[in-house]
Each structure stands twice: as C-alpha cells, then as structure tokens.
C-alpha cells in the first residue's frame, strides 16, 4: 500500500523557520517526483512545490519562491520543505503527495494525512 | 495561469438524490488534463476522477466525470451517506497547477 507521513509541522514566529518531512512507503520513492500542497484554515488547496524523481529539478509557486526549498534523501525515501521567512498566511495543513508521473503538473495521489503550520508571535 | 471557477459553491441535497458539480476553467484544459478529489473535515483529499473522467482504483462507479475544453463535471449519480463532503476539481494541463474553490456537498 502507497503511503506517506508528514512531520514537522508546528508553531513558529513570523520571520522564522520550520522543516518539514514525509516519508514514502510502498512505492520505488527514488523514481517518483513528489509534491507540496497546503491548504489555510478553512481554504482551498494551494499547490506549493514539486520536485523530480532524480532531484534535478525544482519548481515553486511564486507565493513562496526565495523563502521555500524542497529537497529530497531517497536513501531515506524522505522528501523535505525547508521554509524559512516564515509569514502568517503561511499558515496551513501541509500535505505532501505523488504526482502521477510529471512534477511540472499532474494529478495526484496518494496524499499524506499533513501537518499543520501556525505562523503567529 | 489557469483559474478554475466551482459551482455552485454549496449543493444542498437528499440521500438518493443526483448531484451535478460544474468546474470552469479560465482557459481552454488540454488534453482533458482535469482531476477531481473528495475531501471530508479533518481529513486529506482523495482522488475521484483523473483526465476528466477515468475514476482511480476504488472509485465507485456511482462517481463520473464529462466536459472538455472550459467547461467540466462531476456527477455522483445516487448520493450516499458518506458521499457529504467538500469536492475540488484541479488542472494539470499547464503549470502551475491551480485547484477549483471547492464545492460543499451537504445533507438537505
């Protein structure tokens, strides 16, 4: 069975850092690209980063661009969101899933159950 | 980028009864590049329906997607119980993926 686990998430100050991570099982991680998806407290979804499966290559979304690194260990079959500069409409579940096969846009399944970011002082 | 416009934003209906989601898109979808996914409170998002209107594994076939080019729809055919949740459609045609606002579909 595919499945993935977000950690990481947390309280953190605006202007701050946190690094979340997500474990993939059931699945050949090192040849899948990943992806970041976010959602606000009672929003819609919010495509945040992907990355390919060989960790070449990186897209963000503007919102986040400069301040957001995805990374990837797949001795580890673990993906990574370093966020830093941290703002309060960071603020969101993040969930970490698996685009079908294209990390520049595709549909995506599964997704982990997220982790939550409040950004507040 | 493609924005995708959802409707109505709440669907009020019975159990037993169809429900019609509609999800426009800003421009033109290639290749039928369009998912649909279930979401219930506290939970993850599930996927439906990928390139417009293949159901992924699991999927009951009470669920179905249409449309093409702008103008695009989930149709669950008989609504059951645990079918009451907020629906999003999203497009892969061209980057950056963008979701719909969300459909709430709630018990009448």
């Known amino acids: 069975e595919l499945q993935l686990v977000e950690s990481g998430g947390g309280l953190a100050q605006p202007g701050g850092s946190l690094r979340l991570s997500c474990v993939g099982s059931?699945?050949?991680?090192?040849?899948?690209?990943m992806t970041w998806v976010r959602q606000a407290p009672g929003k819609g979804l919010e495509w945040v980063s992907s990355?390919?499966?060989?960790?070449?290559?990186?897209v963000y979304a503007d919102s986040v661009k400069g301040r957001f690194t995805i990374s990837r260990d797949n001795s580890k079959n673990t993906l990574y969101l370093q966020m830093n500069s941290l703002r309060a409409e960071d603020t969101a579940v993040y969930y970490c899933?698996?685009?079908?096969?294209?990390?520049?846009?595709?549909?995506?399944?599964?997704w982990g159950q997220g982790t939550l970011v409040t950004v507040s002082s | 980028e493609i924005v995708l416009t959802q409707s109505p934003a709440t669907l009020a209906l019975s159990p037993g009864e169809r429900a019609t989601l509609s999800c426009g898109a800003s421009?033109?979808?290639?290749?039928?590049?369009l998912a649909w996914y279930q979401q219930k409170p506290g939970l993850a998002p599930r996927l439906l329906i990928y390139?417009?209107?293949k159901r992924a594994t699991g999927i009951p076939d009470r669920f179905s997607g249409s449309g093409s080019g702008t103008d695009f729809t989930l149709t669950i055919s008989r609504l059951e119980p645990e079918d009451f949740a907020v629906y999003y459609c999203?497009?892969?045609?061209?980057?950056?993926?963008?979701f719909g606002g969300g459909t709430n579909v709630e018990i009448k």
């Open positions: 899933t698996k685009p079908s096969w294209n990390y520049e846009g595709d549909w995506f399944d599964p």
């Open positions: 059931g699945f050949i991680f090192n040849s899948q690209a």
């Open positions: 990355i390919s499966g060989n960790d070449d290559n990186t």
């Open positions: 421009q033109s979808v290639r290749a039928r590049y």
């Open positions: 390139d417009a209107s």
């Open positions: 999203q497009q892969y045609s061209s980057s950056p993926v963008t």
